[in-house]
Structure formats: C-alpha cells, structure tokens
C-alpha cells in the first residue's frame, strides 16, 4: 500500500538534471573558468577581477579559450549532476508521504546523501576541469595541456593511476554534500515557501511556474555560493596541484599566508556563475520534465 501511495509523486528519467545540468554549462562555463583560475592562484599573485581574467583570455587567445575545459564541465555534469539530483529525485520519491513532498528536514537529509553519491561519482571529471581550465596560469613546464576530457582522462589513469582519480576526493564529497543540501534542497525549501506565504508589504503571492522558478533557484544559488565557498577553493587547490598535500595541510598553510579571507576567494564570479547557473539549470529542468510529463503522462 505505502509502495502504492509513494508512487503518486511524478516519476522522471535518471538522466533528465545531468541534460537540465549539462545545458545551463553550456551557458556558465566562462563563468567557472575564471573562478577556477582565480582559486589556483597563490598569496604572492595579486587576485586579479573575473572580468579582467576573461578579457585577458580572450584578447591574448581568442573567444574560444573562454570554453577551455568545457569538455571536461560537460563530462562532470553527466557523471556528478546526473547522479546528485537523479538520486535526489528518487530519494525524495521514495521519502513522500501520499503523494506529498517530505519535510524540509528530510529533503535536505536526502539532499546531502544524493550530494555524497554525486560527489564520488563526478570527482574524475572535477579534476580534469580544475586542471584544464586552469592550465594557462602555470608555469608552460607545469601545464597539463590536456586536449579534451577523454584525452585528459587517459593521461591522468597513465601518470597518476587510480590515485590520481580519486585526488581530492574528501575535499569534492564534502563540498557536493554541501552544495546539494544549500542548492538542490535549498531550492524545493525556497520554492514550498514562497508557494505557501505571500510576499509582505506588496501581498504579491507566487503560482508554480517560470517567475517562481526563477527567484527559488536565484535564491538557492547565492546560500550554495557561500555555504560552500571555503570547501570549494580548498577542493581547486588539491585537485589542481602535483603534490599530496592533505585538505588541512592545505587549509592550515592558506589560513597561515592569506587569512582566513582565502576561504571566500573567488566567491564573486563563483557567484556569477553558480546564479545563473542554478536558474539556468533549475528552468530547464521544470522544463524538461513538464516535457516528459507531456510525453509520457504517468
């Protein structure tokens, strides 16, 4: 009966957030290469804007390098976006009560596994995005110079083995555990809430659909951007280098030489590119799965 009474939630595709994910990318990932490139760079390097990153890229190579790495931002939301809010959708499925969305308490658990799961999952792809979008900013000696994700995925089994797959992987799970549980549950929070109260003082009240879509998912960006900010630019340090160094050798030595504002470094176009980035990623999926609904009507 319970089997029965959970099936009543809407039942969508695995894959359908890695598309929702990989299409928003497409949009952002100027965006997330220069928030990586600002993360590698060290205390002796002045932190330069994300506008000027940009400019620089591309008045020294060309509008395409601002999509250096996009191969590699495509595999990594086909294998960690996929799985964080496929699994997400089922846990929250599984969790319903007749046909009712769980708790927030529950959302945000079953966010923060489906974070973990999405996490171990992506972490290969993640180090081949950090590595190459922020190749330019080594020394031409220290370059990686993968060619595409495939390619970088070879090198980095040949020179490193399967350590070198799961580099940074402490670091990457926590802050996937962070990230889905401020952006993913954050969101479905956001959204129940605004559906529920109207706004004060203008008494404007919200109806699912694109407007509600929208501020939910903006909000949703900006508490992951800062929830996860300090793991993030830990995560890009690790994964970036050639050495071992563990997250708090890494944490103690960046706190020692910049303070503790090397935890937010980046945040602005980390920012910048995780608030389009959610709107972008959380539209198309409502999107898609109104299409499928349309498609393949439960």
């Not at 979008?133 to 980095?156: C, F, H, M, Q, W």
């Not at 830990?234 to 997250?247: D, E, K, L, W």
């Not at 980035?277 to 393949?296: H, I």
């Amino acid at each position: 009966m319970y089997l029965k009474e959970r099936n009543k939630m809407p039942n969508y595709p695995f894959w359908l957030g890695g598309v929702a994910a990989s299409m928003a990318a497409c949009f952002t990932h100027p965006l997330d290469l220069a928030k990586v490139r600002m993360q590698s760079l060290g205390p002796t390097v002045p932190s330069p804007s994300m506008l000027k990153i940009l400019r620089h890229s591309i008045s020294n190579y060309g509008l395409r390098s601002v999509y250096t790495g996009l191969s590699a931002s495509l595999m990594r939301q086909m294998s960690y976006s996929l799985v964080r809010l496929g699994s997400y959708e089922e846990m929250k499925r599984f969790i319903s009560e007749n046909g009712h969305p769980p708790s927030t308490g529950k959302l945000l658990l079953a966010a923060g596994v489906a974070g973990g799961l999405g996490g171990i999952a992506g972490n290969p792809a993640d180090v081949l995005l950090v590595r190459m979008t922020s190749d330019s900013v080594r020394p031409p000696e220290k370059r990686y110079n993968y060619r595409n994700a495939i390619t970088g995925l070879i090198s980095l089994v040949k020179e490193d083995g399967q350590k070198g797959l799961a580099r940074g992987l402490g670091t990457n799970t926590t802050r996937a555990v962070l990230m889905n549980t401020s952006q993913v549950g954050s969101y479905d929070f956001f959204k129940t809430t605004l559906l529920q109260y109207p706004i004060p003082l203008v008494n404007y009240q919200f109806h699912d659909g694109f407007f509600l879509h929208v501020v939910a998912s903006l909000a949703a960006g900006t508490c992951g951007t800062t929830v996860c900010s300090p793991a993030d630019v830990i995560r890009t340090r690790i994964m970036g280098s050639s050495g071992n160094a563990s997250p708090i050798e890494v944490l103690v030595r960046s706190l020692r030489e910049e303070g503790p504002a090397f935890m937010f470094k980046g945040w602005t176009p980390a920012w910048m590119r995780l608030g389009p980035n959610t709107v972008l990623m959380f539209v198309f999926f409502e999107q898609l799965k109104r299409g499928w609904s349309s498609l393949v009507p439960s």
